[in-house]
């Protein structure tokens, strides 16, 4: 089960300096803590992990930040089964669509790619006559720690 892939610093940032965004040093970090996740964050793990380098950081620009990536297309907005109550999780707008697992026990959350994942979809918008712009997958089970733990 594979994680979120990581990035080198820099792709968001060049995306929205393309787009004639001011680049603060704030916004950078904010930035680079998102490109670098190898999970997928909330919110409030974005602010602890930006806080830990830059402490000046404060929630609205974490919020407004995330804000404007979800406006210019480059991350997603996730509720990954509405685990841990209403939380929102945050991920670099993927390459490929994949499939969100959650597992119910112990909350951890993989991602699958699928050849039929991608048919699957090539086949909706060829019968339905449906152009998908966006496609989101959770399916939520056990881990293979947590039924091993049983």
Do not use: W
């Amino acid at each position: 089960m594979p994680l979120p892939q990581t990035e080198a610093p820099g792709r968001l940032q060049s995306e929205l300096m393309s787009r004639g965004l001011r680049m603060t040093h704030q916004r950078r970090t904010i930035l680079t803590v998102v490109e670098t996740a190898k999970q997928h964050l909330d919110a409030a793990q974005i602010l602890r992990q930006a806080r830990r380098l830059d402490p000046g950081i404060d929630r609205v620009t974490v919020y407004r930040t995330l804000s404007l990536l979800k406006r210019h297309g480059l991350i997603d907005e996730l509720d990954l089964m509405h685990m841990q109550g209403e939380k929102h999780f945050y991920e670099r707008r993927p390459q490929r669509d994949h499939i969100h697992m959650a597992c119910l026990r112990c909350g951890k959350i993989a991602e699958f790619e699928s050849d039929l994942f991608d048919r699957l979809k090539g086949q909706i918008q060829r019968e339905c006559r449906f152009h998908i712009v966006v496609s989101r997958l959770e399916v939520g089970g056990y881990c293979a720690e947590c039924r091993a733990s049983n």
